[in-house]
């Protein structure tokens, strides 16, 4: 069973940098799981911000890419989803979220077993 713990995120005026953690109570997540980011904005479905896996490498949504990273931390057991030159539009309460593989077959929320509580992330213009 993998407990998923978030923290960080906030408010930031647009074209700054905001980073979201997620602790993970697994040993080495980069080695088993499949994890990501997803974020929902009021109104609009869950979707998908990005995924990493080990040997699927990293993916992102096209409206962030070169401005969002993601990356594992295993010392620390920590996913974090960094995030620069924030828009408006990026405001949503963002979630972690894991399966297990060794590839992320599909972006899906219904796809992934574990969740992180959601850290709210707002842009302000």
């Known amino acids: 069973q993998v407990q998923l713990v978030q923290s960080g995120g906030g408010s930031v005026q647009a074209g700054g940098s905001l980073r979201v953690s997620c602790a993970a109570s697994a040993g080495d997540m980069l080695t088993y799981y499949c994890v990501a980011w997803f974020r929902q904005a009021p109104g609009e479905e869950r979707g998908s911000v990005a995924t990493l896996s080990r040997y699927g490498g990293t993916d992102f949504i096209t409206s962030v890419k070169g401005r969002f990273t993601i990356s594992v931390d295993n010392t620390e057991k920590t996913l974090y989803l960094h995030m620069n030159n924030l828009k408006p539009e990026d405001t949503a309460t963002y979630y972690c979220?894991?399966?297990?593989?060794?590839?992320?077959?599909?972006?899906?929320?219904?796809?992934?077993?574990?969740w992180g509580q959601g850290t709210q992330v707002t842009v302000s213009s």
């Open positions: 979220a894991a399966r297990a593989g060794l590839y992320c077959p599909t972006n899906q929320p219904a796809d992934f077993t574990y």
